[in-house]
Nanobody, 123 residues
């Protein structure tokens, strides 16, 4: 699976962005998908994940209620809608794919990673 993230940019605090992650390869619907982010000098951290079953999603406490993850298996794409953005959301955002179940908030669970897209939120 190859992943290509896009949609990052510069936005003011309180604004919105939608990230997309397009997957190539077979059987996209068989992968759990996640979004992680990494700010300068910090470790990569979990943001959100969605299971192969569309209805089950997971969020970090820091984004719950503001971000929404979704997927369109017909388009081989996963999205991250980010609302009410804060300066502390500034980071490079990565999408990732896992064929396994469970531990969706764990970096090591994911076998495939996109190249990252920069999100910068100004105050």
């Amino acid at each position: 699976v190859q992943l290509q993230a896009s949609g990052g940019g510069l936005v003011q605090a309180g604004g919105s962005l939608r990230l997309s992650c397009a997957a190539s390869g077979r059987a996209f619907s068989s992968y759990g998908m996640g979004w992680f982010r990494q700010a300068p000098g910090k470790e990569r951290e979990f943001v959100a994940a969605i299971r192969r079953n569309y209805s089950i999603t997971y969020y970090s406490d820091s984004v719950k209620g503001r971000f929404t993850i979704s997927r369109d298996n017909a388009k081989n794409t996963v999205y991250l809608q980010m609302n009410s953005l804060k300066p502390e959301d500034t980071a490079v955002y990565y999408c990732a794919a896992t064929p396994s179940s469970g531990s969706y908030d764990y970096v090591g669970q994911y076998q495939y990673w996109g190249q990252g897209t920069q999100v910068t939120v100004s105050s």
